[in-house]
């Protein structure tokens, strides 16, 4: 009777992380694909609100978090000398720390922390672009100046180090390195930059260089995805000129097809909804393919043209049932777009700048979570909205972070959100926050 007590009590006091939910491990989630698959999360926001967990202080950086086995890890930039304002067109020289910090998923308490000195020289310099990636034990976390470290997720200690710039006789993006890192199997596959390295994969445990692949006239910022066709995957890589699909094992092409955004900015994901692909990125530049036997190139359906499509740039956008949402660069709103012929159908700028009228790089991160979803705002506010060919439908809304950074004269917070074991992680240029997400009270 006393052990049926104690085992009772003891799986009372468990942390809520070893009963329920999953990792986000790493950029978009688990499969990289924006899905939450958790359930018995809040489905409205409560008159109360929902509860911060904890809140801890960081430094500067578009990083978002991401989580696994208990621990949440991020990047930030500790600035000590230099101007860190934003300027489109220039790059900033400043001077300072990058730093790997670990946090206990549950308490918030700083469990490690990894620095290095860094020299910045890109525009928008508040800190690092990737969210880092948790795999195997490891943490991978790739600065804005192509330091790309390795480190023990227990203990926070390096197990290896390579500057991708210097490796491959690269120039850092003007904006930064920005895609984060992809594992395969035993592979790290990153974007490097330099002649025939845009990609380059790694040996997780080494960090020794097992192949490299395409050239370019610059290295865009999209990060490296896994694409399945009747069984065989193809590493998808969208470089500043091309969509490329590659032999993830070997690196060997498969196929290119041009798609060249304005200004090198192949930023947002391409997404895949059955055998229909998706690519946008600013300057009118969109494209629908459609998808054939594996290793083939895929076949133009259309292309972007004025007042039709949508033109994502800081966020990925979303392709579900025959629609398209997301953020357009251009305009600033959130828009539904019909994946058939690029036919816009609604538009709005409440999940985005949060008033009317014209913002360049308007922002919403979007996650699905059942039939509903999950947006973090620029503005900072947590939202619960259904997206459909119809509309719109704002169900409710939080505010939770405060934007810290700038953007054309607005303030912004743009970095992606974690959602793991019913808690949603955010962060802007000042603090990480960790906000209950439970359905049940």
Same mark, same amino acid.
């Given at each position: 009777?006393?052990?049926? %007590?104690?085992?009772?009590? &003891? !799986? %009372?006091?468990?942390?809520?992380?070893?009963?329920?939910?999953?990792?986000?491990?790493?950029?978009?989630?688990?499969?990289?694909?924006?899905?939450?698959?958790?359930?018995?999360?809040?489905?409205?926001?409560?008159?109360?609100?929902?509860?911060?967990?904890?809140?801890?202080?960081?430094?500067?950086?578009?990083?978002?978090?991401?989580?696994?086995?208990?621990?949440?890890?991020?990047?930030?930039?500790?600035?000590?000398?230099?101007?860190?304002?934003?300027?489109?067109?220039?790059?900033?020289?400043?001077?300072?720390?990058?730093?790997?910090?670990?946090?206990?998923?549950?308490?918030?308490?700083?469990?490690?922390?990894?620095?290095?000195?860094?020299?910045?020289?890109?525009?928008?310099?508040?800190?690092?672009?990737?969210?880092?990636?948790?795999?195997?034990?490891?943490?991978? &976390? !790739?600065?804005?100046?192509?330091?790309?470290?390795?480190?023990?997720?227990?203990?926070?200690? *390096?197990?290896?180090?390579?500057?991708?710039?210097? #490796?491959?006789?690269?120039?850092?993006?003007?904006?930064?390195?920005?895609?984060?890192? %992809?594992?395969? =199997?035993?592979?790290?596959?990153?974007?490097?930059?330099?002649?025939?390295?845009?990609?380059? &994969?790694?040996?997780?445990?080494?960090?020794?260089?097992?192949?490299?692949? !395409?050239? #370019?006239?610059?290295?865009?910022?999209?990060?490296?995805?896994?694409?399945?066709?009747?069984?065989?995957?193809?590493?998808?890589?969208?470089?500043?000129?091309?969509?490329? =699909?590659?032999?993830?094992?070997?690196?060997?092409?498969?196929?290119?097809?041009? *798609?060249?955004?304005?200004?090198?900015?192949?930023?947002? #994901?391409?997404?895949?909804?059955?055998?229909?692909?998706?690519?946008?990125?600013? =300057?009118?530049?969109?494209?629908?393919?459609?998808?054939?036997?594996?290793?083939?190139?895929?076949?133009?359906?259309?292309?972007?043209?004025?007042?039709?499509?949508?033109?994502?740039?800081?966020?990925?956008?979303?392709?579900?049932?025959?629609?398209?949402?997301?953020?357009?660069?251009?305009?600033?709103?959130?828009?539904?777009?019909?994946?058939?012929?690029?036919?816009?159908?609604?538009?709005?700028?409440?999940?985005?700048?949060?008033?009317?009228?014209?913002?360049?790089?308007?922002?919403?991160?979007?996650?699905?979570?059942?039939?509903?979803?999950?947006?973090?705002?620029?503005?900072?506010?947590?939202?619960?909205?259904?997206?459909?060919?119809?509309?719109?439908?704002?169900?409710?809304?939080?505010?939770?972070?405060?934007?810290?950074?700038?953007?054309?004269?607005?303030?912004?917070?743009?970095?992606?959100?974690?959602?793991?074991?019913?808690? *949603?992680?955010?962060?802007?240029?000042?603090?990480?926050?960790?906000?209950?997400?439970?359905?049940?009270?």
């Amino acid at each position: 009777m006393k052990y049926n %007590l104690l085992l009772a009590t &003891a !799986l %009372l006091l468990l942390p809520t992380w070893t009963v329920r939910g999953e990792d986000w491990p790493q950029w978009y989630g688990p499969n990289r694909d924006g899905v939450i698959r958790e359930t018995n999360l809040v489905r409205e926001i409560p008159k109360d609100g929902l509860k911060v967990l904890w809140r801890q202080p960081i430094a500067g950086g578009y990083s978002g978090p991401s989580v696994a086995s208990g621990k949440v890890i991020v990047s930030d930039y500790e600035r000590s000398t230099g101007d860190a304002s934003n300027d489109p067109g220039g790059r900033r020289q400043l001077s300072g720390r990058e730093r790997v910090l670990c946090f206990d998923a549950v308490t918030g308490k700083k469990i490690w922390e990894h620095s290095y000195e860094c020299k910045y020289n890109i525009s928008y310099p508040a800190g690092p672009r990737c969210n880092p990636t948790i795999a195997n034990d490891v943490v991978l &976390a !790739l600065g804005a100046e192509g330091d790309l470290v390795c480190l023990n997720l227990k203990d926070g200690s *390096l197990v290896w180090k390579k500057s991708l710039r210097d #490796a491959y006789q690269a120039q850092t993006p003007i904006w930064g390195y920005s895609a984060p890192p %992809l594992v395969v =199997g035993d592979m790290v596959i990153t974007l490097a930059g330099g002649e025939g390295s845009i990609v380059v &994969a790694l040996d997780l445990k080494t960090g020794n260089e097992k192949w490299k692949a !395409l050239s #370019a006239t610059e290295i865009g910022y999209c990060p490296p995805q896994l694409l399945e066709r009747q069984g065989t995957k193809e590493l998808l890589i969208w470089t500043a000129d091309e969509l490329c =699909g590659l032999d993830p094992e070997t690196g060997k092409v498969y196929w290119q097809v041009p *798609l060249q955004p304005r200004y090198g900015m192949s930023i947002a #994901a391409p997404q895949v909804s059955n055998n229909l692909l998706f690519a946008c990125g600013i =300057g009118e530049t969109a494209a629908m393919y459609r998808l054939g036997a594996p290793k083939t190139a895929p076949e133009l359906m259309w292309k972007g043209k004025p007042k039709m499509a949508l033109y994502c740039a800081n966020s990925t956008p979303l392709f579900q049932d025959n629609m398209i949402y997301g953020a357009d660069c251009q305009v600033g709103a959130m828009m539904g777009v019909k994946a058939v012929d690029g036919s816009r159908v609604w538009e709005t700028f409440a999940p985005t700048t949060g008033k009317p009228g014209r913002a360049s790089h308007g922002t919403v991160f979007i996650n699905r979570y059942e039939d509903l979803h999950y947006l973090f705002t620029e503005t900072g506010d947590f939202v619960i909205a259904k997206l459909t060919p119809e509309a719109y439908t704002e169900i409710g809304r939080t505010h939770l972070l405060e934007p810290t950074g700038e953007c054309f004269g607005r303030n912004v917070v743009w970095s992606y959100p974690a959602y793991s074991n019913a808690r *949603l992680y955010v962060r802007n240029d000042k603090e990480i926050l960790c906000v209950d997400l439970s359905r049940e009270r």
